[in-house]
């Protein structure tokens, strides 16, 4: 299935758990449809959710259920390698040589370490600040062409391009140099409560977020409550935060641009719009609802996709790995 022509692409997520509707619009929902253009790769990354305090019970769930989710939304293991990051230990060999190319100054810039070690001041631990070593580590064990990421992650994947270069120069062409890929469809989506925020499941308010496991109770309730603006009117603007983010939504579900969704609603209150949404995300969860439910009872079916997931990963990390243990003069018998 390696094919030479298609360009790689390789994405990551953290297992948390349940995906929010952010996470499903804004990535992906999008990894299912580039699976038949690009030779691609998708992950759970378990392993830098260690970074923060986790449960472990919760942990092993989460990335099941996070699996489960990603096959669902229509990730097809025939076409996509998809694996859990734990699996394939050349992940950790790989970010061992990476980290001892990577200078703790460019690490202390990383604006995702300052924010989560602020947020948690009673465990910066050293993964927190390696992170983006394991990252790079990720993406260039595959040679990756293309790393579909939301802005919060393109600075690590700018650090990834250092790393590899720096590599590259100094011992001699081994990396590829990935690009992010930013989807023409792939709309961020903004907080329910808060519009000028992204939408996030460590929200502090639950009316701020949907998740992908919700039910249709649940999102009618986030949609009716959600935070509009007292004209009246559906349009998108920037002075209409709260409104352009639910017709993004609604876009982004339906396929309409925003004049149609203007045109749709004219003259109607923001409640038979509010409904709308909420029936378009309704309408586009309930199959993947099924889906995930089916999958996850499946535990055969799904153990085995993550098994041979992780043997067709590990065969093309271990060759990059041997590699570069050669090239930084490991000794090998
Ligand atoms: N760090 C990413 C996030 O939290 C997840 C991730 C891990 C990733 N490894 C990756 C994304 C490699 C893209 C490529 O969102």
Redesign the pocket.
């Known amino acids: 299935m390696e094919n030479e022509a298609k360009k790689r692409i390789?994405?990551?997520?953290?297992p948390t758990g349940s995906f929010t509707l952010g996470n499903y619009i804004g990535a992906v929902r999008n990894w299912s449809s580039l699976q038949t253009d690009f030779d691609s790769l998708y992950?759970v990354?378990d392993l830098?959710a260690l970074t923060v305090r986790q449960n472990p019970a919760e942990l092993r769930r989460h990335t099941r259920e996070a699996a489960a989710m990603l096959l669902a939304t229509g990730i097809d293991p025939q076409q996509s390698i998809l694996f859990i990051?734990s699996h394939v230990p050349a992940h950790t060999q790989l970010s061992w040589i990476l980290s001892c190319n990577t200078q703790f100054g460019d690490l202390s810039r990383m604006t995702q370490f300052k924010d989560k070690s602020a947020k948690h001041a009673d465990n910066v631990n050293a993964g927190l600040f390696t992170?983006p070593a394991?990252?790079a580590a990720?993406?260039l064990l595959y040679n990756?062409d293309l790393?579909?990421?939301?802005a919060?992650?393109k600075q690590?994947?700018e650090m990834t391009r250092n790393v590899a270069q720096r590599f590259n120069n100094l011992y001699s062409p081994t990396f590829n140099m990935p690009e992010p890929y930013i989807s023409k469809t792939g709309a961020k989506v903004m907080s329910l409560q808060e519009p000028d925020k992204k939408m996030s499941k460590s929200d502090t308010n639950v009316n701020g977020f949907v998740l992908m496991t919700d039910d249709a109770d649940t999102i009618l309730r986030r949609f009716k409550r959600a935070v509009t603006d007292s004209d009246g009117i559906v349009r998108a603007g920037d002075d209409k935060p709260g409104v352009t983010n639910l017709m993004t939504i609604y876009g982004s579900l339906t396929g309409k641009d925003f004049a149609a969704i203007e045109k749709e609603f004219e003259g109607q209150g923001y409640g038979t719009f509010k409904e709308a949404v909420a029936q378009s995300v309704i309408d586009t969860f309930t199959p993947i609802q099924a889906e995930y439910s089916r999958i996850l009872e499946d535990k055969e079916y799904l153990d085995g996709v993550l098994a041979e997931g992780a043997q067709k990963a590990s065969r093309i990390a271990e060759r990059t790995l041997r590699k570069v243990y050669k090239k930084v003069g490991l000794l090998q018998l």
């Open positions: 390789l994405s990551g997520i953290q992950m990354a830098h990051q992170y394991l990252m990720d993406i990756a790393v579909p990421v939301g919060d992650q690590h994947l």
